[in-house]
């Protein structure tokens, strides 16, 4: 038995997985590895590209690695349950005119829970994974996420979702190092090729990038039902006809194939009427919103008025702004104009580099 424990690596066959694991077993854990199989391309329709932790090659490469410095590896399909929770509420959140993360549901429901269901299985004591944060105990007894020390590429925002239970069993290593520093441990553990290795950036299961075509494939007749909807002004005005309303997203000025003499950008969707609002860019500016089905990390809950940072996307700087509660939520107030506040997408409040919690923004414009 290893002094340090038993600990299960997500390996998806990439760089920052395989290091990870190497470098715990390096530190004394005794590694158990495991990739995860959430997709199946043949089913796709999208092309043959196969992209991050579901292509053959990626698991060949996770095994190798595993079986080279001698700890065990598994396959684990998930598909089912990843396809019944992850996917369904990709193709619903569309369907309901919001804009979807779908990394989020997937760290949220799937993997971690699936992770930590086969560590228990397995007897390990704890569960690793590649991303850019750090994980904590802090003073009040909680445990805490924190943005990574690269901030180019920290995954705080994708984990709000984590609860109490998962956190207190999981390890993040690399949020300690900048990616710089990872591709030169790749490369003095013997992997010179996984250091160059591109990165995916793409949804696992939109290989092609385009969740226009996997809606349509996804959804039996969408493209008929949808199709000759209006584009109309915050008046209410028609505009021109569009080809549907599940194929726009919050703040879209590209692809709209309307010509008004002047940039526009989609403001609202209604997929009540099938009605897509166009505006100028500072109709997306708001000062507030609503955030649902929250999860606090940091504390158990918060005092009205807290101020706090607040990310409403991925590659969002944050803003200021206060939280209150609400019965439905958090009512988040911003100090400044925010643009573009997408229903679907992730709000995460921050206190410096820790996260507080986060949600689903609902809908933006309280007042």
Request: aromatic share 10%; hydrophobic share 35%; charged share 25%.
């Amino acid at each position: 038995m290893s002094r340090k424990g038993k600990v299960l690596v997500a390996m998806s066959g990439g760089i920052d997985s395989t290091v990870t694991a190497l470098m715990l077993h390096e530190q004394g854990y005794e590694v158990v590895g495991i990739t995860m199989k959430t997709w199946d391309y043949a089913t796709s329709g999208g092309g043959h590209k196969e992209t991050g932790c579901c292509n053959l090659d990626s698991f060949n490469d996770a095994r190798a690695a595993a079986v080279q410095h001698g700890f065990p590896h598994f396959i684990l399909d998930i598909r089912e349950e990843f396809g019944d929770f992850v996917i369904e509420n990709f193709v619903e959140e569309y369907m309901a005119g919001r804009t979807p993360n779908p990394c989020v549901m997937c760290n949220t429901h799937i993997k971690w829970r699936a992770l930590l269901k086969r560590a228990n299985a397995l007897g390990c004591d704890f569960i690793a994974t590649g991303h850019y944060a750090n994980v904590y105990q802090a003073a009040n007894g909680r445990y805490v996420i924190s943005k990574g020390l690269d901030e180019t590429k920290d995954q705080s925002y994708v984990l709000w979702g984590l609860d109490q239970e998962l956190l207190s069993r999981t390890i993040m290593p690399l949020g300690k190092y900048r990616k710089t520093a990872i591709r030169q441990m790749a490369h003095d553990y013997g992997y010179p090729e996984l250091a160059k290795k591109s990165e995916s950036y793409e949804i696992c299961f939109v290989p092609d990038n385009d969740y226009r075509g996997f809606l349509k494939r996804r959804v039996g007749g969408l493209e008929s039902d949808v199709q000759g909807g209006w584009f109309v002004n915050k008046d209410g005005k028609q505009l021109g006809q569009h080809k549907g309303y599940p194929f726009y997203t919050i703040g879209q000025r590209k692809g709209l194939d309307i010509a008004l003499g002047k940039p526009a950008y989609v403001t609202a969707i209604d997929p009540l009427t099938n009605t897509v609002v166009l505006g100028d860019e500072t109709d997306l500016e708001q000062n507030d919103m609503l955030v649902s089905k929250i999860n606090w990390i940091k504390y158990e809950g918060i005092a009205d008025g807290m101020e706090v940072f607040t990310k409403i996307r991925y590659k969002d700087k944050g803003c200021l702004s206060n939280l209150y509660n609400a019965d439905d939520g958090i009512n988040v107030r911003f100090y400044e104009h925010v643009k573009s506040i997408a229903p679907g997408q992730s709000a995460v409040f921050y206190e410096g580099d820790e996260v507080i919690g986060g949600g689903i923004i609902q809908r933006g414009a309280l007042l």
